[in-house]
């Protein structure tokens, strides 16, 4: 594996569209280019059908040119919104691909993993692309009174959920707090506090001394949130298990894509040093 990309990239090319089209898929600016290109087809019809009198009420010869010029923009957008679903389609693709790689490689320092067992998971971003559906999947509803997907609301109980993860593992039940925030993250995905959760859960298995399961569980916690507000410091402690589980190439490769994709994270400033100790190139 030249180098490790992770999803970063294809989270920030899924994201861009959908922005850009108020959360519209590709598949709905599509129908509504076609939308418009019927209309247009029905007023030249009306116009050419109404006759001289029509035309000149129109604006002459010029109304035909207009309609044509608008034709040629529409068919224009139409292709480009192709080339943009076929540019993402390939993006996943290749994104999922490598975050798989790297998946069989962890595997394979896993105890009791068993690498044939390690399948093709959810391409990145969510589900398979269809026919230009592009949105990210919005999270799954916890039954909770208080949603906590995207408001920054806490659904019930989800503080004291992570405190009481957050106890456990201040008391040196590394295990238990490595369950605790598994539990967490399954409960409440989408959560405020799920990116924290995840992380840490890294972090307990680490202390656990069960490093190829913190390298898994920073993996597992980067692919689910490749711009969340941990992804730099999952990336970063990814890195840094690789280098200790003697996978030098992909731990210097992946901790060269720290600051590449996050400048400006505390992140980024503690990977010179990481790479020194590993003596990255």
Same mark, same amino acid.
């Given at each position: ?17 959908? /922005? ?185 298995? /680490? ?75």
């Amino acid at each position: 594996m030249r180098r490790v990309m992770l999803g970063a990239a294809v989270a920030l090319a899924l994201a861009a569209p959908a /922005h850009a089209a108020d959360k519209q898929t590709l598949a709905d600016i599509r129908a509504e280019l076609a939308q418009l290109s019927d209309q247009l087809q029905g007023l030249r019809s009306e116009l050419v059908a109404s006759g001289a009198k029509g035309m000149q009420a129109a604006g002459g010869a010029s109304a035909l040119q207009r309609m044509d010029t608008m034709e040629a923009e529409l068919s224009t957008l139409t292709s480009r919104t192709e080339e943009l679903q076929n540019r993402i389609d390939r993006v996943v693709k290749d994104g999922t691909n490598r975050v798989g790689d790297l998946e069989f490689r962890v595997c394979e320092l896993e105890e009791g993993c068993d690498p044939s067992s390690v399948g093709q998971g959810a391409p990145l971003g969510g589900a398979a692309p269809t026919a230009g559906s592009v949105t990210a999947p919005s999270a799954p509803s916890t039954g909770a009174s208080s949603a906590s997907s995207g408001g920054g609301d806490l659904a019930m109980n989800e503080k004291s959920d992570f405190d009481r993860a957050k106890e456990v593992l201040g008391q040196g039940d590394f295990r238990g707090a490595a369950d605790l925030f598994a539990t967490f993250a399954e409960t409440y995905p989408g959560g405020p506090l799920t990116d924290d959760a995840m992380y840490l859960r890294g972090d307990a298995l /680490h202390q656990a001394g069960d490093v190829p399961g913190a390298a898994r569980a920073w993996l597992d916690a980067f692919s689910a949130a490749p711009e969340g507000k941990r992804a730099a410091d999952n990336l970063l402690e990814l890195g840094k298990s690789l280098g200790e589980l003697g996978q030098k190439n992909e731990a210097c490769a992946t901790l060269a894509e720290v600051p590449a994709r996050f400048p400006s994270s505390q992140a980024a400033g503690q990977v010179s040093s990481a790479q020194a100790s590993l003596g990255c190139q």
